[in-house]
């Protein structure tokens, strides 16, 4: 099997209770840890790639590597990996066209932060020329806050997904997966302290996500895949790690890991994680040169960097997204 559209991914996820993990990607290392726990879990796989990653690596590199992946999978593993390649928040027609016609099989036209019916249009036109190539289309309604491709959302502009807006826009648009706003939010720092309360441990715990609005979205779109953004959990072992080796990043909190579990088991088949992953490999880097302070080969740090993207993976498919088992 060869790259895939997640059609049928999210179909047998919305079926049977889980959902695919969405990993961003922007290099050899990453591409390989997440792989190599996809075919170790057997689970579908989404790869997705922002205007960010594509700035930073060209678009044929990734595809390449990703394709390298696939082959990778059938040749050591004897395995079919149904990887799923998908831009993350395009934010024109032409960044779409572009990744359509370059081999991903799934777009994301992120046009919330215009007007509903510019919106519309613009989802509508690159749904149009998506379909006659066989490739999906993610959009979306409401806004997160946090950064998106270089532009910041504060808390006080984002807004949650308004439910009796969907089926209008489901229906006028053609787009076969939504991502709404229900609490997440992008990045390492996703609420400011004072947004949270403390537990016990003195950690802080971040304000509930909006079931209600994920509920009465799901009640008017039957069946239709939903979309969550902003997922990582930032683990604070993690960030404890990246603090204890030389980093700092003070009161840095995510969504709960068990507040996604219960999304995954309702309309949520595409959870998005990229910082968990970023956190994970610099705590591995960071370490190792810490305590090699005379090494230079890049190869000694990114082979921990790499090790700690598929143990961050593997753990996500395992406990979060209920996907291990699935391909
Ligand atoms: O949602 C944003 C993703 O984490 C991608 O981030 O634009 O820095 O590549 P990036
Ligand atoms: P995180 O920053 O929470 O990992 O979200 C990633 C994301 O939504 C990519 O589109
Ligand atoms: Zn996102």
Redesign the pocket.
């Known amino acids: 099997m060869a790259i895939v559209t997640s059609k049928e991914m999210f179909r047998k996820a919305y079926d049977g209770g889980y959902a695919i993990g969405a990993f ?1 990607v ?1 290099n050899m290392e990453i591409i390989q840890g997440i792989c190599e726990a996809a075919i170790e879990q057997r689970a579908p796989l989404i790869l997705q790639v ?4 594509r700035s930073y690596a060209k678009h044929v590199y990734l595809m390449k590597l990703i394709e390298a992946a696939v082959e990778d999978a059938e040749q050591s593993a004897g395995f079919d990996l149904p990887i799923c390649v998908h831009l ?2 395009g934010d024109s027609f032409e960044i779409c066209k572009s990744c359509i016609d370059g081999g991903f099989s799934s777009v994301m036209i992120d046009a919330s932060s215009k007007p509903f019916a510019e919106n519309v249009e613009v989802t509508k036109k690159v749904v149009e020329y998506a379909h006659d190539h066989g490739v999906v289309v993610e959009a979306e309604l409401g806004t997160l806050a946090g ?4 532009v910041k959302v504060s808390a006080e502009d984002s807004s949650y997904t308004r439910p009796e807006e969907v089926e209008e826009f489901v229906s006028k648009t053609g787009c076969d997966s939504l991502a709404i706003a229900i609490g997440t939010s ?1 990045g390492a720092y996703k609420f400011k302290p004072e947004q949270c309360t403390r537990n016990e441990k003195g950690i802080l715990v971040p304000p509930p996500l909006r079931f209600d609005v994920l509920e009465e979205v799901s009640k008017r779109l039957p069946g239709f895949p939903i979309v969550l ?1 902003g997922s990582s959990s930032v683990p604070q072992e993690f960030v404890k790690k990246v603090n204890e080796f030389g980093g700092k990043m003070p009161d840095a909190v995510g969504i709960p890991e068990e507040q996604l579990r219960k999304a995954a088991t309702m309309a949520v088949c595409k959870i ?1 994680i ?2 968990d992953l970023r956190l994970a490999m610099t705590a591995n880097i960071r370490e190792y040169l810490c305590e090699h302070p005379d090494a230079f080969d890049p190869r000694q740090y990114l082979k921990p960097g790499r090790a700690a993207i598929k143990e961050m993976v593997a753990h996500k498919m395992v406990d979060v997204l209920g996907c291990s088992g699935k391909a």
């Open positions: 961003n922007n922002s205007k960010g990653a993350d928040h950064v998106e491709d270089e992008h953004h998005n990229d910082s």
